[in-house]
């Protein structure tokens, strides 16, 4: 009987001892990263039958178990993938929103300047300091474009550094994680008992994978994890890792994306596929944010090179001579897929710079159908029917064959603010004055004055070699006499032409001809004389300086709705706006991983308070079990003493 207890005894005190092991080693872990708190699991031993009926004959420990609900890891896991994304956006948003907005580094200052610039030089049009304040003011603007595109520039390489990062990143942890599969797999098979570290090593590896990019786990039957990224692609499949890679776009060399290298070959992952991790944050920073944000700028780099030269080349320089183009800028990029098999060749051209959205185009050849699309979302398809074609302002012309499936990228306005430059550097060559200038006759009685006087594109290729007299007479409600053939009267918004060099006279109108337009306001007396003639070198006339100031207020974009300085804010704006939505929303993902952590832990998580106490309890137990061995012992030495007297 005393043997019986003896074992008993031990039995007790071999569970106790065991339960301190797993309480202390859960005390000990309570602030190590992804440990699932751990609890051994107590049974009885099987009672042996002793004729007065069935005798306990102690207990024993099955084995430790992990407290463990792989629901709620999976919700963290997948928390942890968003919260990342999250993070990794705002960080790129936020800071490219505080550079736009910034008085120092923003388009805005530089603008007021050259329009301020401009202000000057029609107040003083021949003055040599004026002319060189508005030349520098012109190339302080061009420089701030310059500038702000190379900041988004550097943005696009610290998104492909960051990309390789993350991939190396991916790649090794897959590597752990297979590594331990293989690990798990020959232990448990070997012991017939759970590896509850390193399967709690396992689980924090593929939240460490999250942390780059959204996996999805999948356990197998021997507890092993298949893990899949991306459209379904196998990161791991038990003790096999595969491996992800950098890959350039398929249009740009200069955009990096992710690539998956499968026994087959090397597969593209499309970016909206990544799901979330650091990776989805990257791509969404540069699809949503980034590229808008070059092309933008770039629409208006390109308006204002357009507006600003056209208007320049209506004037007269110092030299008397037509002016010239202030600013150029890349042409559009059109880049072929690198999927290619036809010989089709594909130019574009900006026709219209004020007519641009600021958009990336995808032609395309498919089922015998050319298509004009947005990239990357293929919205506003529109189905081409001949060559050339005009997109937003943007003309296209195609050459050569395209076989199905052929594709062409054009950025119209990708590289424009990048390339900005100013062509003139002679203030001389700076066009303040208008080429031709309008004079009264000297014995005029009436109150008839020009209220404006230009030329259009057509003037410089037939300018005015000898003066354009012309001559009121207030007969049959009164008309101008003069004209050089053919002349245009737009008066309400309706336009006339008249030959024979009459026309009448309506105050307010514009009369067109010979590339001329002049607008006359006031009442002339009968035979009041108008002379229109051409200017001459070192002229005072500030027309054409004037109308480069008022390029400042005037709405050129966005069908004549919206002014240059009006678009920038806009920019500004719109970056601005997605930045406080990227903070919201890494606010918003935060509380949701902190919440499922929460529950997780409550779950899998340590209680020091609630580990005390089992200490406490173990510890009287193993005390316990130590007074029943004691116990037996004293009964069985009395049983000898019996025995031996």
Known sequence: MSSSLLNIGASGLRVADINLQVTGNNIANASTPGYSR????????????????????????????????????????????????????????????????????????????????????????????????????????????????????????????????????????????????????????????PANDLRDQRDQLVQTLNQSIKASVVQTGDGQFNIYVGNGQALVQGNQSYQLTAVPSQYDPTQLSVGYKSPGGTVNIDDSQLGGGALGGLMDFRSNTLIPAQNSLGRLATAVTADVNAQNKLGMDANGKMGTDLFSVASPSVAPSTNNTGSGTLTASITNANAGQGYDYQVKYQGGAYTVSHYPDGSASVTVSSWPTTIDGVTLNLSGTMNSGDSFLVRPTANAAATMQTLTTDYHNVAAASPVVFNQGSNNTGSAAVSSLGVDSTYAGSPLTSPINLTYSSAVGGSLSGFPGSVTVTAGGTSTTYTGGTAPYTQGATYAFNGVQMTLSGSPGNGDTFTISANTANSTDNGNASALAKLRNSNLLDGGTTSIGTAWNNLVTQVGVQANRASTNLTSQKALLASSTQQQQSVSGVNLDDEAMNLMKYQQAYQASAKVMQTANSLFASLLSIAGG
């Open 38 to 193: 751990q609890e051994a699991v107590q049974t009885e031993n099987i009672p042996l039958y002793a004729g007065v009926g069935y005798l306990g004959q102690g207990a024993n420990v099955t084995t430790v178990k992990r407290i463990y609900d792989q629901f709620l890891t999976a919700q963290v896991q997948s928390g942890q993938a968003s919260t990342s994304a999250a993070d990794q956006l705002n960080s790129l948003v936020s800071g490219l929103s505080k550079y736009m907005s910034d008085s120092n580094s923003g388009l805005t200052s530089s603008l007021t300047s050259f329009f301020n610039a401009a202000d000057g030089l029609a107040s003083k049009p021949s003055d040599t300091t004026a002319r060189q304040v508005f030349l520098n003011a012109a190339a302080g603007l061009q420089s701030r474009f310059n500038s702000i595109a190379g900041q988004l520039s550097s943005l696009n390489n610290q998104v492909n550094t960051q990309v390789q990062t993350q991939i190396s990143s991916v790649n090794g942890t897959a590597q752990q994680i297979a590594s331990l599969n293989d690990q798990i797999s020959k232990a448990e098979a070997s012991t017939g008992q």
